[in-house]
T-cell receptor, first 114, second 114 residues
Framework: DGGITQSPKYLFRKEGQNVTLSCEQN?????MYWYRQDPGQGLRLIYY???????QKGDIAEGYSVSREKKESFPLTVTSAQKNPTAFYLC?????????????FGQGTRLTVV | GQQLNQSPQSMFIQEGEDVSMNCTSS?????WLWYKQDPGEGPVLLIA???AGELTSNGRLTAQFGITRKDSFLNISASIPSDVGIYFC??????????????WGAGTKLIIKP
């Protein structure tokens, strides 16, 4: 079955540590996205990538970094520079920004700073 | 930047009641998407709308793309307990300064009264 897989489901981080969230898709989608969701809030865009080896900052990129070395994978690193990293992180993909904007989501990773 | 106003923020309904929620924008959108998010999961696409005036159904769900292209509504008929969750609208403004990114509403939380 095609889909988007995020791992891990739950992640705990000590203050000052970097952590990397995994996102893999087998939908053959060109575009991939990372969103952050806080309790009772909507989705805020962190980073997006339209094609391999290219990515763009979203609305709240500070304290985060990404890479897109393969079409299927778009890992997100939450760095120690992110002052309030506790949140629910969602990865999504779509066919391509110029063709179709229907985004399909993974199941999310809940990150908690301890 | 562009914003979507989604209302209501939350709804308390009795099982069997019909539900209506909407999103409005100050600018024109080319696509409207409606998603549902269950607790601790990623949003799932319910309905996609591509043309002004378009009315689309998916089971008990019906959504319309407003004629002015600045609004959309979602109706749920004869609600059942599994309808509980958060419903998000998202729009594609498809203008250059948006970087072709979806704009998201803040969500409507649907709660069914026992």
């Amino acid at each position: 079955d095609g889909g988007i897989t995020q791992s891990p489901k739950y992640l705990f981080r000590k203050e000052g540590q970097n952590v990397t969230l995994s996102c893999e898709q087998n939908l053959n989608h060109d575009a991939m996205y990372w969103y952050r969701q806080d309790p009772g809030q909507g989705l805020r865009l962190i980073y997006y990538s339209q094609i391999v080896n290219d990515f763009q900052k979203g609305d709240i990129a500070e304290g985060y970094s990404v890479s897109r070395e393969k079409k299927e994978s778009f890992p997100l690193t939450v760095t120690s520079a992110q002052k309030n990293p506790t949140a629910f992180y969602l990865c999504a993909s779509s066919i391509g920004v110029f063709m179709n904007t229907e985004a399909f989501f993974g199941q999310g990773t809940r990150l908690t700073v301890v | 930047g562009q914003q979507l106003n989604q209302s209501p923020q939350s709804m308390f309904i009795q099982e069997g009641e019909d539900v209506s929620m909407n999103c409005t924008s100050s600018s024109i959108f080319n696509t409207w998407l409606w998603y549902k998010q269950d607790p601790g999961e990623g949003p799932v696409l319910l309905i996609a709308l591509y043309k002004a005036g378009e009315l689309t159904s998916n089971g008990r769900l019906t959504a319309q793309f407003g004629i002015t292209r600045k609004d959309s509504f979602l109706n749920i008929s004869a609600s059942i307990p599994s309808d509980v969750g958060i419903y998000f609208c998202a729009g594609d403004p498809r203008v250059e300064d948006s970087n072709y990114q979806l704009i998201w509403g803040a969500g409507t939380k649907l709660i069914i009264k026992p």
